[in-house]
């Protein structure tokens, strides 16, 4: 039985985890797994949400909805990672908000159809 993730760092790693093995592209997938489990490597998100930036730049060029589904997750994750870290220059301070709502449109973009195999928050 799955427990529910107690915190957003909780949720994005659990979300990470899923995603990771279902990806093609699970690089910064991975990075990000990396970067989330090591809190002194969480200011480091603000490059890395510029590395996958740049990968939602070229899915949107080859109109790829399953990049672009992945990277929108991605880089809220990133966003709200560097936002925890409390270093200058936050992102939007709602990012944590999206994270769940954004992983679950990755979800769907991968046909799973119940929010709920993507987090367990969303379990009832």
């Known amino acids: 039985m799955r427990t529910h993730p107690t915190n957003i760092v909780d949720a994005m790693t659990e979300m990470l985890t899923f995603f990771e093995n279902r990806c093609d592209d699970s690089d ?17 998100a603000h490059a890395l949400f510029q590395d996958i ?15 672009l589904a992945q990277y929108a997750f991605e880089e809220i994750c990133a966003k709200t ?3 925890l870290s409390d270093s200058p220059a936050p992102f939007d301070a709602d990012s944590a908000f999206w ?13 799973l159809s119940e929010p709920s195999q ?4 969303l379990v009832m």
């Open 28 to 44: 910064t997938l991975r990075k990000l797994l990396r970067m989330i489990s090591d809190r002194e490597s969480w200011k480091g």
């Open 53 to 67: 930036r740049q990968k939602t730049l070229r899915a949107g060029k080859r109109d790829d909805q399953l990049g």
């Open 81 to 83: 990672i560097y936002n």
């Open 99 to 111: 994270v769940v709502p954004l992983g679950v449109a990755l979800g769907r973009q991968l046909g």
């Open 118 to 121: 993507i987090t367990s928050l």
